[in-house]
């Protein structure tokens, strides 16, 4: 079946430390990648996304990932933390022929001063 | 541009009630979608318009849900006969461009409902 799977509900890193969430999924062909942010009393916004091309996507907010099609994984990476990141991030596929973009259930990050 | 508004943010109800929310999409944007996003879940896709058409649904949507987008601007969905399993938040989004799936969606705040 069809799906879109975030296996870390809840991580609290450092403020400074490195971040790495993951996100895998499961489909008979490459799906179309994103990774959405929601902080609190604001609407997902969008932070990268991948089609094609180049392996290692470059966001906004000084976040990046990664898509390794042998592991279906696209998980989103950053060098250092701020208090600022901390919000819930949502993995999201879609198909080319498909206006059904799936969401994870999402992890929620927690930064520590 | 204010990006997507939705309105209201919050609606509490009672079982059994209709309750309609509005969709403002970023101007132009000739796609729309609904999703409904429950605790500790992502959002679900409910329905999809391209301009006035509505051209997808979600088994989740049942009979009980209505969505229109008259002339293709803002859009309205209606949940007639609410049940307490409808609680949730309703969000909005809309985008741009040529190829649905790899569009840019634009998301509002969002309408949390609460069905008493």
């Known amino acids: 079946a069809q799906s879109v799977t975030q296996p870390d509900i809840h991580i609290t890193v450092s403020e400074g430390a490195s971040l790495e969430l993951r996100c895998n999924y499961s489909?008979?062909?490459?799906?179309?990648l994103f990774w959405y942010v929601q902080s609190p009393g604001q609407g997902l916004q969008l932070l990268l996304k991948?089609?094609?091309?180049?392996?290692l996507v470059q966001g906004i907010k000084g976040f990046e990932a990664e898509f390794k099609r042998s592991q279906s994984s696209f998980n989103l990476r950053k060098p250092s933390v701020h208090w600022s990141d901390a919000a819930e991030y949502f993995c999201?596929?879609?198909?080319?022929?498909?206006?059904?973009?799936?969401f994870g259930a999402g992890t929620r990050l927690t930064v520590k001063p | 541009d204010t990006g997507v508004s939705q309105d209201p943010r919050h609606k509490i109800t009672k079982r059994g009630q209709n309750v309609t929310f509005r969709c403002d999409p970023i101007s132009e944007h000739n796609r729309l979608y609904w999703y409904r996003q429950t605790l500790g879940q992502g959002p679900e896709f409910l329905t999809y318009?391209?301009?006035?058409?509505?051209?997808?649904k979600s088994r989740l949507l049942s009979d009980r849900f209505s969505a229109e987008r008259p002339k293709g601007s803002f859009s309205t969905l209606e949940i007639q006969r609410t049940e307490q399993g409808d609680s949730a938040m309703y969000l909005c989004a809309s985008s741009l461009g040529l190829v649905a799936a790899k569009e840019t969606q634009y998301f509002g705040p969002g309408t949390r409902l609460l069905v008493l």
């Open positions: 318009f391209q301009n006035e058409a509505q051209l997808e």
């Open positions: 489909y008979g062909a490459t799906p179309y």
């Open positions: 999201a596929v879609a198909l080319y022929n498909n206006n059904d973009m799936r």
């Open positions: 991948y089609f094609s091309g180049d392996t």
